[in-house]
């Protein structure tokens, strides 16, 4: 780890709503950790892991994926713990695992969410930050996308009010890369934001839409990814947070810190 780089809390994730008042983490075991569980053994196999059932590991000790791990580029320990979860096998190749299909997760908003806020997002003033470090399997096109959806019922159900969804095969909504951030100014930097096989994190900050009551969240192929072939996707460090608080205003306080973030490189 660079020990120059600025403070990983800035660039980790949901990257300015950990100071903002009142908000509220979402998800749960964003990272994917497995508290619980007992450690694979052999090639490959699967765990359940805590808020996404059970995912598909593979035992490398390198993930196939190119440039640094998340593991490198950080002291927070939640990161890199599980680099080698592939989030997907539904249509994979090896038998085993074939058919496992990719994890999600259904939060019903009452149950993490203060009244107020509850309140706010009733009447449109909800504000959430949504996002999630990817990465795909080397050179196999095997490109995800995380995808936020938000719905009217409790438990994913009533009608779809919006989907939001982070494309690990564009560099819309794209933050930075491991790469960018464990050698800044290296050769690899521009290839990392547009190679789908270099962990980058991407962030949407939007409004929550009027009177959703849940949101699922989910993992489909991103752009250019070949259907057919083994889904081998990566994530880590999936987050949503939600504030009561206009996107707007919002938006006015994080380019104030974008730009002191800017300075500080």
Same mark, same amino acid.
């Given at each position: 780890?660079?020990?120059?780089?600025?403070?990983l809390?800035?660039?980790?994730?949901?990257?300015?709503?950990?100071?903002?008042?009142?908000?509220?983490?979402?998800?749960?075991? %964003?990272?994917?950790?497995?508290?619980?569980?007992?450690?694979?053994?052999?090639?490959?196999?699967?765990?359940t892991?805590?808020?996404?059932?059970?995912?598909?590991?593979?035992?490398?000790?390198?993930?196939?994926?190119?440039?640094?791990?998340?593991?490198?580029i950080?002291?927070?320990?939640?990161?890199?713990?599980?680099?080698? !979860?592939?989030?997907?096998?539904?249509?994979?190749?090896?038998?085993?695992?074939?058919?496992?299909?990719?994890?999600?997760?259904?939060?019903?908003?009452?149950?993490?969410?203060? %009244?107020?806020?509850?309140?706010?997002?009733?009447?449109?003033?909800?504000?959430?930050?949504?996002?999630s470090?990817?990465?795909?399997y080397?050179?196999?096109?095997?490109?995800?996308?995380?995808?936020?959806?938000?719905?009217?019922?409790?438990?994913?159900?009533?009608?779809?009010?919006?989907?939001?969804?982070?494309?690990?095969?564009?560099?819309?909504?794209?933050?930075?890369?491991?790469?960018?951030?464990?050698?800044?100014?290296?050769?690899?930097?521009?290839?990392?934001?547009?190679?789908?096989? #270099?962990?980058?994190?991407y962030?949407?900050?939007?409004?929550?839409?009027?009177?959703?009551?849940? !949101?699922?969240?989910?993992?489909?192929?991103?752009?250019?990814?070949?259907?057919?072939g083994?889904?081998?996707?990566?994530?880590?460090?999936?987050?949503?947070? !939600? !504030?009561?608080?206009?996107?707007?205003?919002?938006?006015?306080?994080?380019?104030?810190?974008?730009?002191?973030?800017?300075?500080? #490189?």
């Amino acid at each position: 780890m660079n020990p120059s780089l600025p403070s990983l809390s800035i660039l980790a994730g949901a990257t300015f709503f950990a100071g903002a008042a009142n908000a509220a983490h979402v998800i749960t075991n %964003s990272s994917f950790n497995n508290d619980s569980g007992s450690a694979i053994t052999g090639t490959n196999g699967t765990r359940t892991i805590s808020g996404w059932g059970s995912i598909h590991l593979y035992n490398h000790t390198y993930n196939g994926t190119q440039g640094p791990k998340l593991g490198g580029i950080s002291n927070i320990p939640d990161y890199g713990v599980n680099d080698n !979860i592939t989030i997907a096998e539904a249509s994979g190749l090896n038998g085993t695992y074939k058919g496992l299909g990719a994890p999600s997760q259904t939060v019903n908003l009452s149950s993490v969410l203060d %009244s107020g806020t509850l309140a706010a997002i009733a009447l449109g003033n909800g504000t959430f930050s949504f996002s999630s470090w990817m990465t795909g399997y080397t050179n196999d096109n095997n490109i995800v996308a995380t995808r936020l959806r938000f719905f009217s019922g409790t438990s994913g159900s009533g009608t779809n009010l919006g989907t939001f969804t982070l494309d690990r095969g564009v560099t819309t909504n794209q933050i930075t890369t491991a790469d960018i951030l464990v050698n800044p100014g290296g050769p690899n930097n521009a290839t990392s934001t547009t190679d789908p096989d #270099f962990w980058a994190l991407y962030e949407v900050i939007n409004t929550v839409p009027t009177g959703a009551v849940s !949101i699922t969240v989910d993992f489909v192929a991103g752009t250019g990814h070949i259907a057919g072939g083994a889904n081998d996707w990566y994530a880590d460090h999936v987050v949503v947070d !939600i !504030i009561p608080e206009p996107t707007s205003a919002l938006l006015g306080s994080l380019g104030a810190l974008a730009l002191l973030r800017r300075r500080r #490189f």
